[in-house]
């Protein structure tokens, strides 16, 4: 198994459970993923004041709720600790091989992988061959810069860094600030920024749907994952606009143009510093970035502003560098996998956590591993790769018409829709499992006596 962040440490605590054996690796110092501050294996792009940006109740997996003690949008250390705590309680510490880099993942012709890793500080790499490999190396870690890049962009003279590698405010106090993307991150370092700088431009290509964090006296995740996403389409999205008029106001309120999209046809940014920046005047919205000078920044309104900074909050590629990308690769931001899972032609490769609800994954994984797990022990089977690949396509289909074609949706789900399928998925897979054990030769033996042996 490849990564100890949150997708790793659950499908730890399932095969652990299930007695299944398994080699874990993970890259850096310590578990994790992206929650380890600094974490000394270079994909975590936490900064300093970061907050979840969803609630607690969210945040727990479905084994360990998050302690009562918690506040209801922790901060990323009380994150970290719940993590540690999850991996204490499961007695998956001494499992993860820690400081050890997978470099290669490779089919082999008569079938399983061959697992290349290598030590920090070791001379030389080490082999393994599995017949299983699960993939956890997250989706938050490869910084993805805009793509064409905007013309003069390297001539820019300024600072130009990715959130990634953002950490506190203090280095743009009183710069003229550009951000460019209102993604959560977007949304959050510019509110956070424009206390100190001396002026803070936001920059979105489309306008986006801005929530407060809490929504009539609830996390606004709440309100996405439950009640809401409970109702049919046609009338969660007049839904959701009209509790959003009454919450936070219209977006002309802020200096926002009006979102085109439904609320949820985008994955949701909550900011309500953001909020509170933009009515201060802080902050100052501007359209998508035409082109850069030395100095400025010229928008697709034909304005143009002096800039001295750039932080491109353009999200994350899905990158898996130890695969060969002939062998999988997520090139526009879309996984060919069957539930986000299961790649139909690789058998014995599985992938966790690469998929984005509109709250946080983390109750989605533990249900995810121990379908990796059923599926790795035989008691179910998943379809044909070409049924698999069927479902795929139709997947592909439904998800066109819901969300944004962009590389960020690439992996949006609906989270009640994806738990149902899993579900259904579980169910198919146990009768395929009892239809195979019926083909076999001797599987009609008379059948024991009940309470027998």
Known sequence: ????????????????????????????????????????????????????????????????????????????????????????????????????????????????????????????????RYSEVVVANGHHWDPRLPDPAVPGAGE?????????????????????????????????????????????????????????????????????????????????????????????????LYGLPEPVRRPFAAHPSTSDELLVQLARGAVTPKPGVRSFGRDSATFTDGSREAVDAVVYATGYSLSFPFLDPAVFAAPDGRTELYLRTVPPRLPGLFFMGLAQPAGAAFPLLEPQA???????????????????????????????????????HGIEIDIRGYRRALRRELRAGRRRARRSAASRPGAHRAAPVPGAG
């Open 1 to 128: 198994m490849i990564g100890a962040g949150p997708s790793g440490l659950a499908a730890g605590k399932v095969l652990a459970s299930r007695g299944i054996p398994f080699d874990w690796y993970e890259a850096g110092s310590g578990i994790g993923g992206l929650w380890r501050y600094g974490n000394d294996n270079g994909m975590s792009g936490v900064y300093a004041s970061l907050h979840a940006n969803i609630s607690k109740e969210s945040m727990s997996f479905s084994s360990l709720p998050m302690p009562r003690s918690c506040p209801v949008f922790p901060h990323h250390t009380r994150v970290l600790a719940y993590l540690e705590s999850y991996a204490e309680a499961f007695g998956l510490h001494g499992r993860v091989g820690l400081r050890t880099e997978v470099t290669s993942v490779r089919p082999l012709d008569g079938g399983g992988w061959e697992v290349v890793r290598r030590r920090r500080g070791a001379a030389e790499a080490e082999t393994g």
């Open 156 to 252: 820019f003279e300024g600072s130009a860094v990715h959130t990634h590698a953002y950490r506190t405010p203090e280095p743009y106090a009183g710069l003229r600030v550009l951000v460019v993307g209102t993604g959560n991150s977007g949304c959050e370092i510019a509110a956070e920024i424009s206390r100190t700088a001396a002026r803070t431009f936001l920059s979105a290509r489309a306008p986006a749907h801005v929530f407060p964090k809490m929504l009539l006296g609830r996390p606004a995740d709440h309100w996405a994952a439950g009640r809401l996403s409970a109702l049919p389409r046609f009338v969660k999205d007049p839904a959701t606009a009209l509790l959003l008029r009454a919450t936070r106001g219209a977006p002309a």
């Open 370 to 408: 121990e379908w990796i797990a059923d599926l790795i022990e035989g008691a179910v089977l998943p379809p044909t790769p070409e049924e698999m690949t069927r479902a795929i396509a139709r997947a592909r289909e439904r998800h066109d018409k819901v969300y944004a074609p962009t590389y960020r």
